[in-house]
């Protein structure tokens, strides 16, 4: 078959690469200039979630009135943005919590066997390095922390509970004073530099060939008979004055664009609740080596990652919840360094001297978040569309999975995923 993958990220990318290993001839459609460089750019290093930093349950949001969980409320929401942080509280339950990682874990999994399959094939070297500790700041939150440790014992994930003092002898960069609760080791769990990964991905695919980028062109609109399917795209910028619109055919449309994702669905006649989520990194050089450490770093609470990458620190984090309709808008200095200020100060609280924040490179993305915590994937309104997005901020990963399950769907098989998790993850489920 013919397939059109719409949008470039991980997501988009992994996608197009399942097709292809499926046996499928596949166009991706980029508005950049090349993969990459949308909110890929700034994921975090984390590759796969564990259930401490999903982005739902007890401790996600449990202070929704200040900064303190790293989420950063703006001013003036509306009525479906307050719905939307409504329905994420459902999820602090333990009970519901449980329910809801249980029905995610088997696509974690799937994930992990497919990103080894990648790796394992081509040799790939995309900064992957072992052991994430994540850290808790007070018993509160230790207490709140409970239910993930009982997953955790539940799936047996390998993993250690340290006392502040055993977290500071694993990792000589956290510091014993303050005093915190403790932390958690995963010493199996990786970090890793998603950008290069998908730019890893993109040669691979354009060595083997039946994998068309089309970078630099959006798409405006999906169009879906019981024949074929097509995508409509913009001019191009250097276009002359007709502005004629291009249309690119297939047998079916996988729509992976991230935040772009929604109007694009919108406009075919699907709305999905997703929000969008702005997010923020810095990516700073070392300052002392003495200080660094050889571990990636979690504030397991506000969510904020730090992670070594060669010679810097890649510390992401620093949401920002708005209004859906305030997002293409600039978010204002005040609050951009108020969002930054939280990473900052992560770093300067677990390891101090490490990062030299005044040299750091900031960068703001927008992604997308499901009031239910899970991604979208699967088949939508029309045999030939698919959707694969909602992803949100915890584990890039997710990616390899979510486009192997797009590609058995597409081709008509089985997916290998149990029924439970299939029905969790469909479009349909907000209906």
Not at 2 to 12: P, Y
Not at 52 to 60: A, K, N, S
Not at 73 to 94: D, S, T, Y
């Amino acid at each position: 078959m013919d397939v059109i993958v719409i949008g470039g990220g991980i997501a988009g990318v992994a996608t197009a690469y399942q097709l292809r290993a499926a046996g499928h001839r596949v166009c991706v459609v980029e508005r950049h200039a090349t993969v990459a460089q949308g909110a890929t750019y700034g994921q975090g290093g984390n590759v796969l979630p564990t259930p401490l930093d999903v982005w739902f349950g007890p401790t996600f949001m449990a202070s929704r009135h200040n900064a303190k969980n790293g989420v950063i409320n703006k001013a003036g929401f509306n009525g479906a943005a307050r719905q939307f942080v409504k329905q994420l509280a459902e999820w602090q339950e333990p009970a519901a919590f449980t329910r809801q990682y249980t029905l995610l874990r088997p696509l974690i999994e799937a994930s992990r066997e497919a990103m080894a399959d990648v790796e394992g094939r081509f040799g790939l070297e995309f900064e992957q390095a072992s052991g994430i500790l994540y850290l808790v700041r007070a018993a509160q939150e230790w207490e709140q922390s409970a239910s993930a440790l009982d997953l955790l014992r539940q799936f047996e994930v390998p993993h250690h509970v340290l006392s502040p003092a055993e977290c500071a002898a694993f990792e000589h960069a956290v510091p014993t004073e303050p005093e915190f609760a403790g932390g958690v080791l995963f010493e199996h769990e990786r970090t890793a530099n998603c950008p290069l990964f998908t730019k890893l991905i993109k040669q691979v695919l354009d060595n083997q060939g039946d994998v068309q980028f089309m970078a630099g062109r959006e798409a405006t609109s999906i169009r879906l008979d019981s024949q074929r399917a097509a995508v409509e795209l913009a001019p191009r910028e250097n276009a002359s004055r007709s502005r004629e619109v291009d249309v690119i055919q297939a047998d079916a449309v996988v729509v992976a664009a991230g935040y772009g994702s929604l109007s694009l669905l919108e406009r075919a006649g699907l709305q999905l609740p997703l929000h969008p989520l702005r997010l923020h990194s810095l990516v700073a050089p070392i300052a002392h080596e003495e200080f660094a450490p050889h571990v990636a770093i979690v504030d397991a609470v506000k969510r904020i990652g730090v992670s070594r990458m060669n010679h810097r620190l890649r510390i992401a984090g620093g949401a920002v919840l708005q209004s859906a309709g305030q997002v293409d808008k600039p978010l204002g200095d005040a609050l951009t360094r108020e969002a930054l200020a939280l990473l900052g100060q992560a770093t300067h609280d677990w390891i101090p001297g490490a990062a030299r924040i005044s040299a750091a490179l900031p960068w703001e993305g927008v992604k997308l978040l499901s009031p239910d915590g899970l991604p979208v994937i699967g088949n939508a309104l029309h045999p030939r569309l698919f959707v694969n997005a909602g992803h949100g901020p915890a584990g890039w990963g997710l990616a390899c999975g979510a486009g192997k399950l797009i590609a058995e769907l597409v081709s008509g098989q089985t997916p290998a995923l149990p029924a439970d998790t299939l029905a969790a993850l469909r479009p349909e489920r907000f209906r």
